[in-house]
């Protein structure tokens, strides 16, 4: 009797000290970095923060190329730390959750965006606006994650990745996969801007840019039943434009396309990633218009404003836009998946050589509209 009870309390020991070592142990993963500035993709190993009580583990099976990956590559927005895997549009299956978790089960899709954890308390953060916290947000990769030994976060071109339930949006099983990771970024940091602008029915409204934000904009844009008007520097996208529902096209090189248009919107939105004429839009906003601003060039290549026009011009206002916090991002994929509204998407598979011909075509308006790489394929 003795005997049995010391044997099912060495057992116990047993049991509790694997769980324990499971728990604490590091993922070793793969995925695509960057090992220099401007560099190019190659395959890399490297391990991510063991499972905690509150977090799930995903595989990953899709990951978006937005245009910040291209930033953050070139090190348009300052200094970065090298080697990179870019990549915070990701969409994958839930393969061990912790034993505080209760949103995900083994099994259900989750799709990470552009950050991974805040502080949780101060006034963004309890706004839900975790994106601006005050401590500052951990970005899903190229951050420092303070809340697990400062590890250097690395993104979503890899095959793992772990993350707190609470930084994880839950996709529904319907979704068609394929297209939902540039949901994760592309679409909330269109959806919030024009949510936040209250665009309703009947507004006229521009989307200048039309790649891989550009696109979900005009798609928002035209479901709350607003007049589009898209504008780019290309004739090569006329017709998509008006398939989405656009009502008109500007090619901005086109002097016909940019006549009278000046004092006709409502609400203009710029998802731009180079140098460009902001006064030139603000002189299209109507009397207390307003401009939300989302698209960020190269702190070298920034656009800047004429405070005399902007002043004289009457009461209209610019904004600028980062991404959306967790609740919103979630309410953004129900109603995308709700409302069949998704990115128009180039699946290519996860190799070096076709990721950085991937850039170069997002550089030279070749890719329509938006690349997401297969992480299945990663050898
Ligand atoms: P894409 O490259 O997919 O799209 C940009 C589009 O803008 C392209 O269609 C491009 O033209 C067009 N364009 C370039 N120059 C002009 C111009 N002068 N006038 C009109 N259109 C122009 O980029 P993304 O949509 O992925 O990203 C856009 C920007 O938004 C980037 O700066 C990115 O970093 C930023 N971003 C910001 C976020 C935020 O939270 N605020 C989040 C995510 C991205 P072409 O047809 O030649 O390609
Ligand atoms: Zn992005």
Redesign the pocket.
């Known amino acids: 009797m003795k005997k049995n009870i010391i044997f099912t309390i060495i057992g116990l020991l047993v049991i509790l000290t694997s769980v324990n070592a499971q728990n604490t142990k590091h993922i070793s993963t793969k995925g695509l970095a960057v090992f220099e500035k401007n560099g190019v993709f190659k395959p890399y190993k490297f391990s991510r923060h063991a499972i905690g009580d509150n977090d799930i583990h995903i595989k990953i099976l899709y990951a978006g190329?937005?245009?910040?990956?291209?930033?953050h590559v070139h090190s348009?927005?300052g200094k970065e730390e090298f080697p990179m895997v870019p990549g915070?549009e990701i969409l994958g299956r839930v393969v061990k959750v912790g034993k505080n978790v209760t949103k995900f089960k083994i099994g259900d899709y989750a799709g990470i965006g552009?950050m991974i954890g805040s502080c949780r308390i101060c006034e963004a953060c309890k706004h839900d606006h975790e994106?601006y916290c005050e401590q500052g947000p951990i970005m899903t990769y190229h951050g420092i994650d303070r809340y697990n030994n400062n590890e250097h976060t690395q993104g979503g071109y890899s095959k793992d990745y772990v993350v707190a339930e609470d930084f994880a949006i839950k996709i529904p099983a319907n979704a068609q996969m394929e297209k939902v990771a540039p949901l994760l970024?592309?679409g909330?940091?269109t959806y919030s801007p024009i949510k936040y602008a209250e665009v309703k029915n009947g507004d006229k409204v521009g989307i200048?840019?039309?790649?891989?934000?550009?696109?979900?904009a005009v798609q928002y844009a035209v479901a709350l039943g607003a007049d589009v008007t898209v504008?780019?520097?290309?004739e090569?996208?006329r017709q998509d434009a008006i398939r989405m529902g656009a009502k008109r096209y500007v090619n901005?090189n086109n002097t016909e396309d940019m006549k009278n248009l000046n004092n006709s919107f409502d609400f203009i939105l710029?998802?731009?990633?180079?140098?460009?004429?902001m006064n030139m839009y603000l002189k299209m906003l109507k009397y207390d218009g307003q401009m939300g601003?989302?698209?960020?060039?190269a702190f070298a290549n920034m656009p800047t404003i004429s405070l005399d026009k902007f002043i004289w011009q009457g009461n209209r206002k610019i904004f600028?836009?980062?991404?959306?916090g967790i609740k919103e991002t979630q309410e953004m994929v129900d109603y995308s998946i709700r409302n069949n509204i998704y990115p128009q998407v180039q699946i290519i598979k996860a190799e070096g050589k076709l990721v950085n011909e991937a850039y170069k075509n997002?550089?030279?308006?070749?890719?329509k509209?938006?690349y997401v790489i297969d992480m299945s394929t990663l050898k």
């Open positions: 190329i937005c245009h910040s990956d291209l930033h348009d927005w915070h552009c994106q970024c592309a909330i940091t200048a840019g039309f790649g891989g934000l550009g696109h979900m504008f780019d520097i290309t090569d996208k901005v710029s998802t731009i990633p180079t140098q460009y004429d601003i989302v698209g960020l060039p600028g836009s980062q991404i959306g997002v550089l030279d308006g070749k890719v509209f938006r």
